[in-house]
């Protein structure tokens, strides 16, 4: 069916990307506009994007709607993709002007190819070096091989177009054209996967079955790392390709692309489309539009690949459903495994949530029947689960700031003698958690946040992990002006490599942290090396255990157990559980058994005492109880507001005038508590405080709280953010 067409001078209501609360009326341009056209328009002195969301409304002074400029080139966006915007807006409370940004993130937009130049560093200088013209040649050369529009230039230079056509006009910078939109190679779903244990086939069938019935439908895949969760839906992918249907497939951590795209091009003759922060801002550009034009079967990416404009989309996958990284803690408030259960819901997609460790959440819906659940019950092949021990640290002779018990050390020993590889974890980055003055007892922290400043030696400095303030290590100590006094206290994997090195003096080791690599690249060819042996011994924070493969691996320390069991967030027992069960999963992929060691000064604690047992549905029906009873998520609504400003009596004062004019809140039964100081109560110099709207789960609490909060005006420094249902409460 053809869409909507508005002839040339209908009238038309434009959302644009501009922060307004409505559409805004213009006149069809020249030529006449279809209903999702991407189009310009002119905005006061400016041409802002927009995309046509209807008829005009007809609220605005007919004789001063003016015409839009132009109609850009691209698809226009499809029903359901607008669908789509609307609901995932209402949805997180996120102004639709906000949504429609993360649609149309394709660098260059709009520019007809004709206009779509690039520029280049030239071959001459510049008759007169000015401050502007060194920025430009300045942002030229560090970005390498990357082509940039002349707009992009000029934003990253900070410079008005013109300056970059002047260094053109003198030969200093080059302008070329645009390569065009070459096609991403064909992906060839006919090509043979692996011959598949019995309890995979099971799993593949039921996943192919769903996309062969067609319309929506949600599956978790759950199984132990290394069941074969990733062959299994490969399948599904490969039913979605052939049936010429598009398919997404959401990893949570971008050094987990590179062996992923290398399986997808063992599996289906050719690599897919990428889509995260890593891809060069050209390539971007291709994406999007190939996406648009269904020309890319398949795309691998982060999560706000959730808002490329597919044609014809099929299926969504979801990998490490229960990861964290999903949830997008800046600017739109949103978790991407929910937002891609919307979409498929509105597109009649299929849906595959795949994970050693289910969230809560997806665990109860399938508890529920809302989501189809297989179990992959096995390690494939030969391998299976490590066992798992705890190493009981009170009965350890242990020295103080030193972390590795002398069982771990002994086991280590082992491991090494076979020429196998030990992994020691902390999930702690940086030298040391604390910087303490021993004369006065102060202790360094951020100046901008509540936060200790963590020292980084490989950085020579001291970091706020909050805020990325760095400073220099200080001789003195800044409250009593002692010199040589400052200590590092605790553990990080910094230190913990120090110590490694003293323990085991001949082996290998290699300290893998996000903030010790300039690059996501960087990161990815170290973690293949060590994979293929170029380390004895791997020590690494939560990146490590994500989903590679380190078919070396046989022994697993953690070295803190305990960590994270600490605090008042609710989830911190499913998120231990999690990331202990998952970095047991590292040991022993091949075809020796691997074991997992955990440091704990409380074995006996429920949580611990599960993941040894690897019980895994007694823990989750255990904390399903105690959610149940204090009524929080998934057994009850939640939201937050987080309030901030520069005046901590300001954010205050709001927050307690929110707290007692909540009768939009109470109509529907919903509570207020708080404010109460943020989890982080001060970040960037900004005082938050927070306060958690919590109601019965059939209430419908978004409108309720759009008419709650909608009472109050952001005057001065205020800022307000609503997070629905928030990762901590
Ligand atoms: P998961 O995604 O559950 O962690 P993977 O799909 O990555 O598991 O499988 C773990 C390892 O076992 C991978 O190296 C994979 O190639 C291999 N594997 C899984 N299933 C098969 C199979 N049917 N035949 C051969 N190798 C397989
Ligand atoms: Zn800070």
Not at 481 to 506: C, I, N, Q, S, Y
Not at 578 to 589: C, D, E, I, P
């Amino acid at each position: 069916m053809a869409a909507e067409f508005y002839p040339e001078g209908a009238l038309i209501a434009v959302l644009t990307t501009q922060p307004l609360d409505r559409t805004l009326d213009y006149r069809a341009p020249e030529g006449g506009c279809s209903l999702g056209a991407y189009v310009e328009v002119p905005l006061g002195p400016r041409k802002v994007l927009g995309v046509v969301w209807g008829p005009g409304s007809g609220d605005f002074d007919i004789s001063k709607v003016r015409p839009a400029f132009r109609v850009l080139e691209a698809a226009p966006m499809r029903d359901e993709l607008r669908t789509f915007l609307e609901k995932a807006a209402d949805y997180t409370l996120t102004p639709r002007p906000a949504m429609l940004r993360l649609c149309t993130r394709a660098p260059g937009l709009g520019d007809p190819p004709s206009m779509r130049k690039i520029y280049r560093l030239g071959e001459a200088e510049p008759e007169r070096m000015t401050d502007a013209r060194a920025r430009v040649l300045e942002v030229l050369r560090d970005i390498g091989g990357l082509s940039l529009t002349l707009g992009e230039l000029a934003e990253a230079a900070g410079v008005t177009p013109s300056v970059v056509k002047g260094l053109v006009k003198q030969g200093a910078v080059r302008e070329e054209e645009s390569p065009r939109d070459t096609a991403f190679p064909h992906l060839d779903p006919g090509l043979a996967g692996k011959a598949l244990a019995h309890d995979q086939a099971a799993g593949a069938d039921r996943l192919r079955a769903g996309l062969r019935a067609g319309g929506y439908g949600t599956t978790l895949l759950r199984g132990v790392t290394g069941s074969g969760k990733t062959e299994v839906y490969l399948e599904a992918v490969a039913e979605c390709l052939a049936q010429g249907r598009q398919a997404l497939v959401l990893l949570p951590e971008i050094a987990l692309t590179a062996e992923f795209l290398t399986r997808v091009e063992a599996r289906f003759g050719a690599r897919p489309a990428e889509w995260h922060s890593g891809v060069t801002m050209t390539e971007r550009r291709r994406v999007w539009r190939m996406v648009g034009e269904g020309r890319a079967q398949l795309v691998v990416g982060a999560r706000s690949a959730l808002f490329l404009p597919y044609q014809r989309l099929g299926l969504i996958v979801v990998d490490e459903e229960h990861d964290t990284s999903y949830k997008q803690e800046d600017g739109v408030l949103y978790n991407a495994r929910d937002m891609a259960v919307l979409r498929a819901s509105i597109c009649g997609a299929r849906v595959v949530l795949a994970s050693a460790t289910p969230s809560l959440e997806s665990w109860a819906n399938a508890e529920a029947g809302k989501y189809d659940r297989i179990d992959l019950t096995s390690r494939f092949g030969a391998s299976v689960m490590p066992t798992m021990r705890a190493i009981d640290m009170r009965a350890e002779d242990l020295p103080a700031s030193r972390w590795v018990s002398p069982t771990l050390r002994r086991e280590v020993m082992a491991r090494l003698e076979r020429g196998e590889q030990a992994m020691l974890f902390l999930n702690r980055r940086g030298y040391a958690p604390v910087t303490i003055c021993r004369a006065c007892g102060h202790q360094i922290g951020c100046d901008h946040c509540d936060a200790r400043m963590v020292e980084h030696r490989f950085l020579k400095r001291l970091v706020c992990h909050q805020c990325g303030e760095t400073k220099p290590l200080p001789e003195a100590c800044p409250a009593c002006e002692v010199e040589g006094k400052l200590a590092a206290v605790g553990p990080g994997v910094e230190r913990l490599g120090e110590e490694a090195a003293e323990l085991f003096p001949d082996a290998r080791i290699a300290v893998l942290s996000s903030d010790m690599y300039t690059s996501a690249r960087a990161l990815k060819s170290e973690i293949e090396s060590i994979a293929q042996g170029a380390a004895d011994i791997i020590i690494g924070t939560q990146l490590v255990a994500k989903g590679h493969n380190f078919p070396l691996l046989t022994l697993v320390g953690v070295i803190d157990a305990d960590l994270g069991l600490q605090g008042s967030d609710l989830r911190a027992a499913e998120r231990t559980f999690q990331l202990m069960r998952q970095v047991a999963g590292r040991a022993g992929r091949a075809e020796t058994s691997g074991e997992a060691l955990l440091q704990s000064y409380q074995p006996e604690h429920p949580v611990i005492r599960a993941i040894l047992g690897g019980e895994e549905e007694a823990f989750w029906r255990a904390e399903a109880a105690e959610r149940r009873q204090a009524g929080v998520p998934p057994y009850g609504r939640m939201a937050g507001v987080i309030l901030s400003s520069t005046d901590v009596q300001e954010v205050f004062d709001l927050g307690n005038a929110m707290a007692r004019q909540d009768a939009p809140l109470r109509r529907v039964g919903a509570q207020v508590f708080g404010p109460a100081p943020a989890p982080i109560a001060r970040v960037r110099g900004r005082h938050r405080v927070r306060l958690l709207v919590k109601a019965d789960k059939g209430v419908a609490l978004q409108p309720a709280l759009a008419e709650w909060a909608g009472q109050f005006r952001l005057r001065g420094q205020l800022r307000m953010a609503i997070d629905i249902d928030p990762q901590s409460f």
